[in-house]
């Protein structure tokens, strides 16, 4: 099996839409940056992948520390000259919908 390790720095910003006590919105919107730093034999993944993400969160918060959270968003994956074949090539925009529990450590 073909594998590909990449590393990444992302960047993102969250934007406060609604606080109302228990219940909160927000939005985000950011970028990140990923580069090839180990193949197998079979790949020969070189450069940089971009890749950009939108998303919206709703959280309810069950107490000082824990809330439930669900978000929405979507990513889109640049082209990065590989001749590779990968899943981003396929789908350049990834959907994605999380829920769970979130601790906070504030």
Not at 58 to 69: C, D, E, F, I, T
Request: net charge positive; aromatic share 10%; proline share 2%.
């Amino acid at each position: 099996k073909a594998q590909a390790n990449y590393i990444g720095i992302p960047l993102m910003l969250n934007y406060d839409l609604f606080n109302n006590g228990n219940f909160s919105l927000s939005a985000s919107a950011g970028a990140n940056g990923a580069w090839g730093i180990a193949n197998s034999d079979k790949l020969n993944i070189k450069g940089f992948q971009l890749s950009t993400s939108l998303g919206a969160n709703a959280r309810y918060s069950l107490g000082r520390h824990l809330a439930l959270q669900m978000g929405v968003g979507a990513d889109t994956y640049y082209p990065t000259g590989s001749r590779e074949s990968c899943i981003f090539k396929e789908r350049t925009t990834v959907l994605n919908l999380n829920v769970g529990l979130l601790w906070s450590i504030k």
